[in-house]
């Protein structure tokens, strides 16, 4: 019989600290509420009535098997998808009800880390980091190299501020684009497949600084993914899609003990294959 992996869950120290300002006093009740959200593409349903909330200071992973509807689901957040019904709140307004202004002002609260970064290709490593800021809000030409090179820092690429994209791998590309979903100090973080492709000390140092957003600001964090070991690594809470529905929610523990073979199945691999899941350890 085939051993049966062993998923841990305990973060490492966490490198480096975070020195951003502080999030405003927020509102009661959670950051993202999604109430039965439908959207299909032409004949094809993706969100059938998928109902979830992101706690404040919460990492909140989401994970469910390809089509399942989860980066459709992001893109919503963001108001890059309107719902064919249901709504989307944010900070307890529902971002489809409002006008343009007030849309941009709960957008300026939202980071997204792109899957593959989203990096413009014409564009230095630094240009890439500032380009919200020089398209929003515009500060001195020195307030923006400050912000630009401490977030560069945060994510140790300080010394690659002139590399074009091209000029640098998978893994710099995902921590520039991470670099430039904070510029702006977000309140809460969007990431999309962040390990997706990654070695895994690159993987690490991406879960580490999730963890450091969460912990130092309480940043409340939906994070997509497929890579379980970075899910019990960094979730609070995990939720399930299926056929475009939350099919669970709960705690890292509340997964590992589920009795439900839809979970076992998606977290461990199939149960006659070899991740078979090792109730002893």
């Known amino acids: 019989m085939n051993p049966k992996p ?25 950051a993202v509420e999604l109430v039965d959200l439908h959207k299909a593409f032409g004949s094809k349903p993706v969100l059938r009535g998928l109902t979830l909330d992101l706690l404040r200071g919460e990492t909140l992973c989401v994970i469910g098997g390809s089509g399942t509807g989860k980066s459709v689901t992001l893109k919503h957040i963001v108001g890059l998808l ?22 941009g002002e709960i957008r300026k609260k939202i980071g997204f880390l792109f899957q593959g970064a989203a990096l413009l290709n014409s564009l230095n490593v630094f240009e ?12 001195p030409e020195g307030e923006i190299r400050r912000q630009v090179m401490e977030k560069l820092a945060l994510v ?3 010394d690659a501020a002139e ?13 520039v684009g991470l670099a430039r979903a904070i510029i702006r100090n977000p309140e809460i973080m969007l990431y999309d497949e962040p390990t ?21 600001l309480k940043v409340s964090s939906l ?16 939720a399930m899609l299926l056929e475009g529905r939350v099919h669970k929610v ?32």
């Open 6 to 30: 062993t998923i841990r869950g305990e973060p490492d120290e966490i490198q480096p600290s975070l020195r951003l300002s502080p999030a405003s006093l927020a509102p009661s009740g959670p």
């Open 82 to 103: 309107r719902p064919d019904r249901g709504t989307v709140r944010i900070d307890g307004t529902d971002i489809f009800q409002s006008d343009n202004g007030r849309l």
């Open 128 to 139: 890439n980091v500032a380009l919200p800021l020089r398209e929003h809000e515009r500060p």
């Open 156 to 158: 140790d690429l300080a």
């Open 163 to 175: 590399k074009m994209p091209d000029e640098i791998s998978g893994g710099m590309k995902k921590r």
């Open 196 to 216: 997706a492709g990654l070695d895994p000390i690159m993987a690490s140092t991406i879960n580490a600084l999730v963890l450091d957003l969460q912990k130092k």
């Open 223 to 238: 994070v997509v993914t497929h890579d379980m070991s970075s899910v019990f690594r960094i979730a609070d809470r995990i």
């Open 250 to 281: 709960g705690t890292k523990e509340e997964f590992r003990t589920s009795e439900d073979t839809k979970v076992q199945k998606f977290i461990y691999g199939d149960s006659e294959g070899p991740l078979r899941r090792d109730a002893s350890r």
